[in-house]
């Protein structure tokens, strides 16, 4: 398959050139699942059963280990805890980006006699990516405003990032999978595509594309690896054949993803500023917990 020259979170070159067939292709990283923490879960602060929550531990972390008071616990429960959020607020975002750019906690790590479970790993590590701003995006978020593109991103904008970045440079991406106000965050590390002519109109091929997705759908905070789904899309590009390669003008989504397609794609970048809403929650510490330092 055939590509555009890209830059980060654009596309340069003025033509989409795609030959007729199916293909395939799989990104270098795979993405791991993880429960996505929402706004209106208490995990994140309060003790259960008897057990410390994941930032109860790393304040005692920080002051038996590093002696420093922090109160990390107290700060999430009382400013960014909301038990009145939408059903849908919570740290995907955060969980769909750490998961394409870190190496998954996958086991449980014991400092003294303070033992962090897989899921209290993954919720200090998602709480230093909840903030990152500094990553590249194709399409616009729907905001629910009277002027939002229901149909943004497009589909042969998305296609064009389809064929740069997992086709090309077998890069994963994460897609928002809800055209609406809602954000579902998905990482996307597999894909397959076919491109069909139109048996009548020469301007005209039909698209099916189907990406392999990690999900938070677990069942459990300790979960550990890959919660694979699939998610189909089917879209009209339209352009003008040259020889054997189609030059991709514009597109539109056909059949069900007129409704259902994704909203708006965020590119992997090569380097983040890690960042937490929860000031008293630092890098280094998290890092040093991980035993990543």
Same mark, same amino acid.
């Given at each position: 398959?055939?590509?555009? #020259?890209?830059?980060?979170?654009?596309?340069?070159?003025?033509?989409?050139?795609?030959?007729?067939?199916?293909?395939?292709?799989?990104?270098?990283?795979?993405? $791991?699942?993880?429960?996505?923490?929402? /706004?209106?879960?208490?995990?994140?602060?309060?003790?259960?059963?008897?057990?410390?929550?994941?930032? *109860?531990?790393?304040?005692? +972390?920080?002051?038996?280990? *590093?002696?420093?008071?922090?109160?990390?616990?107290? +700060?999430?429960?009382?400013?960014?805890?909301?038990?009145?959020?939408?059903?849908?607020?919570?740290?995907?975002?955060?969980?769909?980006?750490?998961?394409?750019?870190?190496?998954?906690?996958?086991?449980?790590?014991? !400092?003294?006699?303070?033992?962090?479970?897989?899921?209290?790993?993954?919720?200090?590590?998602?709480?230093? +990516?909840?903030?990152? %701003?500094? %990553?590249?995006? =194709?399409?616009?978020?729907?905001?629910?405003?009277?002027?939002?593109?229901?149909?943004?991103?497009?589909? !042969?904008?998305?296609?064009?990032?389809?064929? =740069?970045?997992?086709?090309?440079?077998?890069?994963?991406?994460?897609?928002?999978?809800?055209?609406?106000?809602? =954000?579902?965050?998905?990482?996307?590390?597999?894909?397959?595509?076919?491109? #069909?002519?139109?048996?009548?109109?020469?301007? =005209?091929? !039909?698209?099916?594309?189907?990406?392999?997705?990690?999900?938070?759908?677990?069942?459990?905070?300790?979960?550990?690896?890959?919660?694979?789904?699939?998610?189909?899309?089917? +879209?009209?590009?339209?352009?003008? $054949?040259?020889?054997?390669?189609?030059?991709?003008?514009?597109?539109? $989504? /056909?059949?069900?993803?007129? $409704?259902? !397609?994704?909203?708006?794609?965020?590119?992997?970048?090569?380097?983040?500023?890690?960042?937490?809403?929860?000031?008293?929650?630092?890098?280094?510490?998290?890092?040093?917990?991980?035993?990543?330092?």
């Amino acid at each position: 398959m055939e590509e555009v #020259t890209e830059g980060r979170g654009t596309t340069t070159r003025k033509n989409l050139l795609l030959p007729e067939g199916e293909f395939s292709a799989e990104a270098t990283i795979k993405p $791991w699942s993880s429960w996505w923490f929402p /706004t209106v879960d208490d995990f994140l602060f309060a003790a259960k059963n008897g057990e410390l929550s994941p930032l *109860q531990k790393y304040d005692l +972390y920080s002051s038996t280990f *590093q002696h420093k008071t922090t109160t990390a616990a107290a +700060y999430e429960r009382e400013k960014l805890y909301d038990a009145r959020a939408d059903s849908w607020s919570g740290l995907c975002f955060a969980w769909a980006l750490a998961s394409i750019m870190e190496p998954e906690p996958n086991k449980p790590i014991v !400092h003294g006699s303070l033992r962090f479970k897989v899921g209290d790993l993954k919720a200090l590590l998602l709480k230093t +990516y909840e903030a990152v %701003t500094d %990553t590249p995006t =194709v399409g616009d978020r729907n905001d629910g405003e009277w002027n939002d593109v229901y149909a943004d991103i497009l589909p !042969h904008t998305f296609h064009r990032v389809l064929v =740069v970045e997992l086709f090309k440079n077998r890069r994963p991406f994460i897609i928002d999978r809800d055209p609406g106000h809602e =954000v579902w965050n998905l990482p996307v590390y597999k894909a397959i595509t076919k491109i #069909t002519r139109d048996t009548r109109a020469r301007d =005209v091929v !039909h698209v099916r594309t189907v990406l392999f997705v990690a999900t938070p759908d677990v069942k459990t905070y300790d979960y550990v690896g890959a919660n694979v789904t699939t998610r189909e899309y089917t +879209y009209d590009l339209n352009g003008a $054949w040259e020889g054997r390669r189609f030059v991709v003008r514009g597109g539109v $989504w /056909t059949e069900n993803s007129r $409704w259902d !397609h994704p909203d708006f794609v965020v590119l992997r970048p090569n380097e983040v500023k890690r960042a937490s809403f929860n000031p008293q929650i630092d890098v280094e510490t998290v890092d040093a917990i991980l035993k990543r330092e």
